[in-house]
């Protein structure tokens, strides 16, 4: 009987195993939880669903910055905006607060724009650190990784500016 | 070529993820991905009980330490959107992860986190829900806070995020 016992808690440390339960049962407790969750989720206040839609955006942000792709839609502006939706705010207004100006904001959002490391700290401020400067700034670093990978006009441009080249490494 | 170099470089300075290597205590750095099929070789297999290739229709995640390919646990999931839930239909760490002598520790915590951060995601709240094995429900509620909801164990909320800041940022 130990020796099951044992066997239960060192299994249950690290797994969740197949629950077993026929489809019957499993269908049961599902509807049982729809219900409960429902319940749930229509009680949020106005604030609850402010809180996830910023946590929505701060968890997506996380993930694109660990994802080995870049995809160039959910570049640092994608995010930017996301963020002043989720605050409910108009770009104008949230510019005001942030000191920054309206026209410039909307060319980073745009992604005409790099932003600098003044604003990844004011929007760290400004979210009570909700989202850090550091996530702010490893998003639009990776935008600009992508930008100085790929750019083949700034290459043609800037060819014209070096004189000359070391021999090709064989 | 070039491109993929930087990027690793930000991924490894960003990575918070933290194993615990059991034996001389120190952590190591782990990321968590998504499983490609063809990841499941044999190999693989003799180290893990569950039948994995019958989860090939889930989204499955494999949680492996920065810059090595061994994965040390497994977890499938499902998003169930109309319910804003993301359901833990299994989760397994490597045999040599289990039990008294693992050698990893944290690789369930790592993924059960993981499970959350993909709920705020998708705006759910962090709401989780797995149905337990009867004999376990303690355990999952003991150390990782979810609470009974008739037959399945949930998380959300503030639970859920303290869970993604123990788990996966470690400043």
Redesign the interface.
């Known amino acids: 009987m130990r020796k099951n016992k044992d066997k239960?808690?060192?299994?249950?440390?690290?797994?969740?195993?197949?629950?077993?339960?026929s489809e019957e049962?499993?269908a049961?407790?599902?509807k049982?939880?729809?219900a409960?969750?429902?319940e749930?989720?229509n009680k949020?206040t106005k604030k609850?669903h402010l809180?996830?839609?910023l946590?929505?955006v701060?968890?997506?942000m996380?993930?694109v910055?660990?994802s080995?792709e870049?995809q160039g839609n959910l570049h640092f502006g994608y995010f930017l905006s996301a963020y002043i939706r989720a605050i409910q705010k108009k770009q104008k207004e949230f510019a005001r607060e942030i000191s920054i100006d309206e026209t410039r904001l909307s060319r980073i959002i745009h992604n005409k724009e790099f932003p600098n490391d003044e604003l990844f700290i004011r929007l760290e401020l400004h979210s009570n650190n909700t989202i850090s400067a550091?996530?702010w700034f490893?998003l639009a670093?990776?935008g600009r990784?992508?930008n100085i990978?790929?750019n083949k006009e700034l290459r043609k441009k800037e060819k014209k500016n070096v004189l000359t080249t070391i021999a090709a490494i064989k | 070529m070039?491109?993929?170099n930087?990027?690793?470089v930000?991924?490894n300075?960003?990575?918070f993820m933290r194993v615990l290597h059991v034996a001389s205590g120190k952590y190591s750095e782990a990321?968590v991905s998504l499983l490609h099929r063809e990841e499941l070789t044999e190999e693989v297999k003799t180290r893990f009980n569950?039948d994995w290739e019958r989860e090939a229709a889930y989204r499955t995640y494999k949680i492996t330490i920065v810059n090595d390919d061994c994965i040390m646990?497994l977890?499938s999931t499902l998003i169930i959107a109309k319910?804003?839930?993301v359901e833990?239909r299994?989760?397994?760490?490597a045999q040599e992860?289990?039990?008294?002598n693992?050698i990893y520790d944290r690789?369930?915590g790592c993924l059960i986190a993981t499970a959350c951060?993909l709920s705020?995601?998708?705006?759910?709240?962090?709401?989780v829900?797995?149905?337990?094995?009867t004999?376990?429900i303690s355990?999952?509620t003991e150390?990782y806070h979810f609470y009974r909801?008739?037959?399945?164990l949930?998380i959300?909320g503030a639970v859920a995020?303290n869970l993604i800041i123990e788990y996966l940022e470690n400043d």
């Open positions: 239960i808690e060192e299994l249950s440390i690290d797994n969740i195993y197949p629950h077993g339960l049962e499993k049961a407790a599902d049982e939880l729809v409960y969750r429902m749930l989720w949020m609850d809180r996830a839609d946590l929505q701060k968890y997506q996380e993930s910055i660990k080995i870049y550091l996530n490893l670093e990776k990784a992508y990978s790929t | 070039k491109l993929v930087n990027l690793i930000l991924i300075f960003h990575n990321l569950f646990g977890m319910e804003y839930r833990i299994l989760l397994e760490s992860n289990v039990g008294r693992k690789v369930a951060q705020f995601e998708n705006r759910y709240d962090g709401f829900s797995l149905v337990p094995k004999e376990l355990h999952y150390k909801m008739g037959g399945h949930v959300e995020r």
